[in-house]
């Protein structure tokens, strides 16, 4: 296939060329060939030369003083003739993305050497793939096609799709590795100047995003950006960004266009972190808009999930700030890759369900769908709040013992000490007043005595000492607390085997509808659980899936359980599992503890495989209670 490359390589300085010569060497048409050249001249005046066109005479290579051609030639990619479906697509994007002015289709199937209809479909795959970033493709009649959209949604395409994904080698892999080096030595000097600190992640896309803006720069391609786009206008940020574009300017003989610099201050606004690791940038400002998303998203979560922490001043506060750069990234569409995603989602599934409804204030706000990378993000927050929001319930304990009132104070003195962060009060009485005893004053009994009367709590034998594994028991044992409580959420009659379905929005209707013969549900659930559906995924892989409606709609919590006969693809991934939950508006001091253990079953792979492959309203409760189970 002849490039640009190949034809200027046939001129030599004050020789004239024909375009039929030239046709007939590379044995291609002459439409092909003065298309090439006009290729050649979009670029040649950066590097000092152009390819002048003479009626009769032909085409004639022209070079001024201090050209340099040879640095054309080093920028030469190494791209052969697309063979594959996929290799095609990727060259006809980036031949679009970077040619000026329409081509018609049948130059471009001359050029690709592939039929018409092949470049038809070839065309409607690559449209796909700009509709990702707000591009399309205009046909016009007689003169063929061309994209059209904002040059930023153009960068955006080019800095994802080809340089971070490398999906084709649009330039030489050399003289981009030594472009890329130069721009960090010129950015990273300037960071430390103006004291901003972003991730090494983050510093990694931002010098991409700057090598993609000087390669469009150059082919006379710029930004239309405004100084007041930017909410969170900060100084040191704009001057960072003007000294920035100042010195590549100065350095690439470029126009330095305010445009550019507001360019610039957003990818580094939107890639930024507030405040380093030693020490918080006090002197931020957080927008009203800003804190105003923080506080509905924290309202949003109380009213779903009952947990509080509206008042967490830290927590609201590393919201906002984590809010800051999130505004930009959302706004502009900058994608942020989470490298912790999918650990983040398999160790603290509960504040991802959290992150993930806050998120839909978030979709809802700026009518966007939010990555699952960000939700990641904002997971690592709320999973901050939930350790600071965990409170231990102190409880009361029987100690039964029939070795005197003295052993008896000591054992108590030492449970004391041992677990007081457990324990409110202590009681202690021998078999003879056990039988007497008001059980309703304790939760658990613990005994030194083999009891042989029935005693309406959970009875732990221990040894008259508290020995270790007594004490690693007796842990356990507060650490798990009273299990009864389950059987208010889980009920039997919630417990369903028999719902059918291709697709989640089948299957949930069907489930509503076995609901409704229970019990009556509030009007528009069915709505409201698909409209959460809509905003933000609720299956987080495991085959389980956990949705809700997007509102507090029924006053007592309810939670029904789905066990699906085969797997069907909910959002992202496989679902056999579904807990339909609805939390109440009436307060329910065991909300967290039925959180903590509903999260520890849906975090043990090996247990809801057992639940599948058992599908049992009994199974599902000893597993929830963490009793031994035994797969095959």
Not at 145 to 155: K, L, Q, S
Not at 302 to 310: G, L, V
Not at 434 to 454: E, G, N, P, W
Request: hydrophobic share 40%.
């Amino acid at each position: 296939m002849v490039d640009k490359y190949n034809i200027l390589q046939e001129f030599s300085s004050g020789t004239y060329i024909t375009a039929e010569t030239l046709a007939d060497r590379f044995k291609v048409s002459t439409k092909t060939i003065r298309m090439r050249i006009k290729e050649i001249n979009e670029t040649a005046a950066h590097y000092g030369f152009s390819i002048e066109s003479k009626p009769r005479y032909g085409y004639l290579l022209s070079l001024k003083e201090n050209h340099r051609i040879d640095d054309f030639f080093k920028n030469r990619p190494y791209i052969s003739i697309p063979e594959t479906v996929a290799d095609r697509i990727n060259y006809l994007l980036a031949y679009l993305l970077n040619y000026n002015g329409y081509i018609k289709l049948d130059d471009l199937s001359s050029f690709l050497f592939v039929s018409r209809p092949t470049m038809q479909n070839t065309i409607k795959e690559v449209e796909s793939i700009l509709e990702q970033y707000k591009l399309k493709i205009e046909r016009k009649p007689n003169y063929g096609i061309r994209i059209v959209g904002e040059e930023f949604d153009c960068r955006r395409c080019i800095g994802d799709y080809f340089v971070k994904r490398n999906k084709l080698d649009i330039i030489n892999d050399k003289y981009k590795d030594d472009k890329m080096k130069c721009i960090a030595d010129i950015v990273i000097p300037l960071l430390q100047k103006y004291d901003i600190y972003i991730s090494e992640t983050a510093l990694e896309t931002f010098l991409e995003q700057i090598y993609v803006a000087l390669f469009r720069i150059k082919r006379g391609k710029y930004v239309s950006l405004k100084r007041n786009d930017i909410n969170n206008f900060a100084v040191k940020e704009w001057e960072f960004a003007s000294e920035l574009m100042e010195v590549l300017a100065k350095l690439e003989n470029l126009e330095c266009l305010e445009a550019e610099i507001v360019y610039i201050e957003i990818y580094l606004k939107g890639k930024r972190m507030i405040g380093k690791v030693s020490c918080d940038e006090t002197n931020f400002v957080i927008k009203e808009e800003i804190d105003n998303l923080t506080m509905q998203m924290l309202e949003s979560v109380h009213s779903q999930f009952k947990m509080d922490f509206r008042v967490n001043f830290e927590i609201r506060m590393m919201l906002n700030q984590h809010m800051v750069p999130l505004d930009i990234r959302i706004k502009y569409d900058i994608q942020s890759k989470n490298p912790l995603l999918d650990e983040i989602k398999s160790k603290y599934i509960m504040a991802y369900t959290i992150a993930a409804h806050a998120s839909t204030v978030l979709t809802e706000h700026y009518r966007k769908k939010i990555s699952e990378s960000e939700i990641g993000y904002l997971a690592l927050i709320f999973a901050l709040a939930i350790e600071q929001n965990v409170k231990i319930q102190k409880t009361n304990i029987l100690i039964v013992c029939s070795s005197g009132k003295g052993s008896s104070r000591l054992l108590a003195y030492k449970y004391k000490k041992e677990f007081g962060e457990y324990l409110n009060e202590i009681y202690v009485c021998d078999l003879t007043e056990l039988k007497l005893f008001d059980f309703s004053k304790v939760s658990f009994v613990l005994t030194t005595v083999s009891i042989v009367v029935y005693v309406p709590k959970t009875v732990l034998e221990v040894g008259l000492f508290l020995g270790d594994t007594d004490k690693v028991a007796v842990r356990e044992l507060f650490k798990t607390g009273e299990k009864k409580y389950l059987f208010k959420y889980y009920k039997e009659e919630a417990f369903f085997v028999d719902i059918n379905g291709n697709n989640k929005e089948e299957i949930l209707k069907e489930l509503c509808n076995k609901i409704e013969k229970q019990r009556k549900l509030p009007e528009g659930f069915y709505d409201a659980v698909l409209k959460r559906e809509g905003l933000a995924q609720t299956d987080f892989g495991n085959f389980i899936a956990m949705p809700h409606p997007y509102r507090t709609m029924t006053e007592e919590t309810l939670v029904y359980i789905a066990i699906l006969k085969k797997p069907v693809l909910w959002t992202k991934y496989e679902v056999q599992v579904i807990f339909l939950i609805s939390v109440g508006t009436k307060e329910d001091s065991n909300l967290n503890k039925f959180y903590e253990d509903t999260t520890k079953l849906i975090l043990k792979a090996e247990a809801v495989k057992y639940l599948i492959k058992n599908p049992e309203y009994k199974v599902l409760i000893d597993l929830l209670s963490q009793r031994e189970y035994h797969t095959e």
